[in-house]
């Protein structure tokens, strides 16, 4: 039991492999690609402990290619060139898959050291990252490889391998293991689709529980405590951070409370509470809006109380917030109106400043009409006078449409009569 119990539990056929059904199922491009036998350079792209690494190593078994792996790190480029020497040698007859794990962390140079020889075919390429490739990759081996997206994966899958290590561990040991399915059911649960988060909780389970001889019994308890806070799979930098904060504003944006409450709390898990804050008050100028005005301030002061008290108390007025936020009216039209309104000036419309709203100041010789000629609108009735405010270029243009909710249908009544 000297090596980790994922690396003893390896799958030996694609059969065995759990999740990313996506790529490895009947007829899937994947796997057919994996049983010709002929493998191109390969990008795996996806969250850590979810079969990257197993499936490298399965090619290159099952192609019978020297496997080579090299984590982006630590490499170096001399790293790099050994495994290109060892070519001529007798471990690179039948060809060598280089395996070179989070390669986002190698440099443009140590990346381009490696064109030459994936080129040629005398190595192949197996790439994995935990980053979008696209943005950290060098775009030269990206236009050599092709890129397959792994994902998370489901809890019965991840309930397979569980079973499968405990019956493993039991042959090791010689002893029967003692372990309830709500037990399993719960690692499979809380590692958040890592298949080797989860296989390592089972070995500390198994490490960990009262062993009288014959066999052991693992409690509920412990399995519990050994996974707590495993399942927020979260990266402040990353992909996931960018996926939950968007997921976040969406679900209050669609009205679905409870998928609101459920990504606040994963934020909050995270202990990110500023980027909690900050979606819920773009939410409510967005996606509320004039349809219920009144939110802004309530949601400012909902915030303000969050970032004075502090986790975990922050919970309380952020969860208050999201859950008027998600079940206000909603309109648009602000964020529509100010859209168009800047898509003009990008272009470069506009003009000088009406005459007759110009801050006052001197009139030259040469203008005709001398004075501001401002009309000020609380001299007239109803507070209202029609004149021009816009430049004479954009003097017809029209940004704001009144949305459909009862507050604009308001004021949109009022200013019809009035005008």
């Known amino acids: 039991m000297s090596s980790p119990l994922a690396d003893r539990l390896r799958p030996q056929s694609l059969c065995e492999i759990v999740g990313q059904k996506h790529l490895l199922g009947e007829n899937k491009p994947l796997r057919k690609i994996i049983e010709s036998g002929r493998i191109p350079n390969l990008i795996f792209y996806g969250p850590s402990g979810v079969g990257k690494t197993t499936l490298?190593?399965?090619?290159?078994?099952?192609?019978?290619?020297?496997?080579?792996?090299?984590?982006?790190?630590?490499?170096?480029?001399?790293?790099?060139?050994?495994?290109?020497?060892?070519?001529?040698?007798?471990e690179g007859i039948n060809g060598i898959l280089l395996y070179l794990d989070e390669i986002q962390y190698l440099n443009k140079k140590q990346q381009q050291t490696l064109l030459e020889y994936i080129?040629?075919?005398?190595?192949?390429?197996i790439a994995s990252t935990t980053e979008n490739p696209y943005f950290y990759v060098y775009n030269a081996i990206l236009s050599r490889s092709t890129?397959?997206?792994?994902?998370?994966?489901?809890?019965?899958?991840?309930?397979?391998?569980v079973r499968r290590a405990y019956s493993v561990l039991s042959d090791e040991m010689g002893k029967e293991l003692v372990v309830s399915d709500e037990a399993v059911k719960h690692i499979s649960f809380a590692c958040g689709?890592?298949?080797?988060?989860?296989?390592?909780?089972?070995?500390?389970?198994?490490?960990?529980?009262?062993?009288?001889?014959?066999?052991?019994?693992?409690?509920?308890?412990?399995?519990?405590?050994?996974?707590?806070?495993?399942?927020?799979?979260?990266?402040?930098?990353?992909?996931e951070h960018y996926d939950i904060v968007s997921a976040y504003q969406k679900s209050m944006r669609g009205s679905d409370v409870d998928a609101a409450l459920h990504y606040l709390a994963r934020l909050l898990e995270a202990g990110?509470?500023?980027?909690?804050?900050?979606?819920?008050?773009?939410?409510?100028?967005e996606d509320v809006g004039l349809a219920y005005p009144q939110i802004m301030p309530i949601v400012k002061s909902c915030v303000d109380i969050a970032l004075q008290v502090g986790l975990p108390e922050a919970r309380l007025p952020?969860?208050?917030?999201?859950?008027?936020?998600?079940?206000?009216?909603?309109?648009?039209?602000?964020?529509?109106a100010i859209a168009a309104a800047m898509e003009d000036v990008k272009m470069g419309k506009?003009?000088?400043?009406p005459r007759q709203l110009q801050n006052m100041h001197y009139d030259g010789e040469d203008r005709e009409i001398k004075g501001q000629h401002y009309l000020y609108p609380h001299s007239f009735p109803n507070h209202y006078v029609k004149q021009q405010y816009l430049p004479d270029a954009l003097k017809n243009a029209k940004y704001y449409e009144f949305g459909d909710n009862k507050t604009e249908q308001a004021f949109k009544a009022y200013w019809d009569k009035i005008k």
């Open 318 to 336: 952020l969860a208050d917030a999201v859950i008027m936020v998600s079940l206000a009216p909603k309109s648009n039209s602000g964020h529509d």
């Open 119 to 125: 080129e040629n075919g005398k190595i192949t390429l």
């Open 147 to 161: 890129v397959f997206e792994f994902k998370a994966v489901e809890n019965d899958e991840v309930e397979k391998a």
């Open 350 to 353: 506009g003009g000088a400043v």
């Open 193 to 239: 689709g890592d298949v080797r988060k989860s296989l390592n909780a089972v070995e500390l389970s198994v490490l960990s529980g009262d062993d009288n001889g014959e066999k052991i019994v693992i409690s509920d308890e412990a399995v519990r405590e050994l996974t707590q806070k495993s399942a927020n799979r979260y990266d402040r930098d990353g992909d």
């Open 272 to 285: 990110d509470i500023m980027s909690a804050c900050r979606r819920l008050l773009v939410c409510a100028c």
């Open 56 to 90: 490298a190593s399965y090619i290159a078994k099952s192609t019978n290619r020297t496997f080579k792996k090299l984590n982006g790190t630590t490499a170096s480029t001399s790293d790099i060139k050994e495994i290109f020497a060892s070519l001529d040698t007798f």
